[in-house]
C-alpha cells in the first residue's frame, strides 16, 4: 500500500467516503499527508503516518486551536483528529515575498508579546515529529531547556549512537551554563517546530501554521527554528518587522545556533540527520568541551 493509498483508506474509515481526488502534499518530513477533494468541490488537508503515537493528532490539534485563539495568529481549522488521522481545512504553498515574510514576523511577535507565562511547559506533553516532547511544568527556563529540550535527546538510541562521551559532556557542560549564556526571560507561548515547511498560505496568500510542538518556553527558540533552518531571501523581512514588534533581547543572533541544537539533536533522533546535523552539533558545542590534565 502506498503512503497515498494508507491515507485514502483512513479518510474512508473515518467517514470521508466521498473522496474523488487525493494529491500527495510536498514538503512534510513525517507524516503523509495530501489534498483532498470531495465530490461537492470542496477541499481538505490530510495527514497520516505509518504507526502514530496513540494522542500525537489529538495533541496536534490542541495545539492549533491554542495558536489560533491568539488575534492575529492563523492555523487551519480542525475538521477531525483521531488516534490514526488529523483533517484540517485546506492550506496552499506559500509565496515566498517580503510582503509575506514581514506578515509573519508581525505575526509571531504578536504570539510572543501577548502571551506571556511564570512557568515553563504544558498542561500535557506532547510530541516533536514522531517521538514524545515533555512540557513537565518549571519554574526555571535555563533547567527546562536543559533537561527537556537538549538532554532529553541523549537516551535515543540514534542519538547515544552518533554522539561520543566527548560530545555528550560538552553537551552537558554547555547546560550548565545556560544561565551565562541565555539571559533570563519569561516564557511566551511557542509554535515549538517553526521551520520554514510548517509555514504555508491560506487561500488569500496570508501565513497559516501548521505541525506545532506548543509549550510556553523562551521565544528566542522559535526564531532559532526559521534563523538557523534553509529559507529563501524574502526571509529576512520576518527578522526586521519580529524586532520591531517583540524587541528580542540583545545578542539575540548570537545564540541562535545555541538554541538550534534541540531541533539538530531531534533529527538525528528521528535519523533524519545524514546532511550533516552532527557536524554542526560538534561545532556548536565545542567551546564547551573540557580540556584534560
Known amino acids: 500500500m ?19 481526488s487525493l494529491e500527495p502534499a ?28 496513540a494522542d500525537i493528532f489529538a495533541v496536534e490539534a490542541e495545539g492549533l486551536r491554542a495558536l489560533a485563539a491568539v488575534p492575529g495568529v492563523h492555523t487551519p481549522g480542525v475538521r477531525l483528529a483521531t488516534a490514526d488521522l488529523l483533517v484540517l481545512e485546506p492550506v496552499e504553498p506559500r509565496l515566498d515575498t ?4 514581514a506578515t509573519l514576523g508581525h505575526m509571531v511577535g504578536t504570539l510572543h508579546t501577548t502571551t506571556g507565562s511564570e512557568r515553563f511547559g504544558w498542561h500535557r506533553d506532547g510530541w516533536l515529529g514522531r517521538l514524545p516532547q515533555t512540557n513537565t511544568w518549571s519554574d526555571d527556563g535555563h533547567a527546562f531547556f536543559a533537561e527537556h529540550r537538549l538532554l532529553r535527546w541523549l537516551t535515543e538510541p540514534l542519538v547515544s549512537a552518533a554522539l561520543d562521551a566527548d560530545d555528550r559532556r ?36 496570508l501565513p497559516v501554521l ?37 524587541w ?37 558545542i565545542a567551546p564547551f568541551r573540557r580540556v584534560r590534565a
Request: charged residues 25%.
Open 170 to 205: 560538552a553537551l552537558e557542560h554547555l547546560c550548565d551554563r545556560l544561565p551565562d549564556l541565555v539571559p533570563d526571560q519569561p516564557a511566551a507561548l511557542t509554535h515549538g517546530d517553526l521551520w520554514t515547511g510548517n509555514v504555508l498560505a491560506d487561500a488569500a496568500g
Open 2 to 20: 502506498t503512503e497515498t493509498d494508507l491515507l485514502a483508506a483512513r479518510l474512508a474509515a473515518s467517514g470521508f467516503t466521498d473522496i474523488v
Open 26 to 53: 510536498a514538503g512534510g518530513v513525517v507524516a503523509h499527508a495530501g489534498l483532498a477533494t470531495r465530490e461537492d468541490g470542496t477541499r481538505l488537508f490530510a495527514k497520516t503516518l505509518d504507526d502514530p503515537g
Open 210 to 246: 501548521i505541525d506545532p510542538a506548543v509549550s510556553y518556553t523562551w521565544p528566542e527558540v522559535d526564531l532559532s527554528m526559521i534563523w538557523s533552518c534553509d529559507r529563501p531571501a524574502p526571509s529576512e523581512a520576518f527578522f526586521d518587522v519580529y524586532e520591531e514588534v517583540a
Open 98 to 101: 517580503a510582503e509575506f515574510w
Open 248 to 284: 528580542p533581547h540583545d545578542g539575540w543572533r548570537d545564540r541562535m545556533p545555541l538554541l538550534h541544537l534541540r531541533e539538530l539533536l531531534s533529527q538525528i533522533a528521528h535519523g533524519d540527520g545524514e546532511w550533516g546535523a552532527l557536524d554542526v552539533i560538534r561545532k556548536t
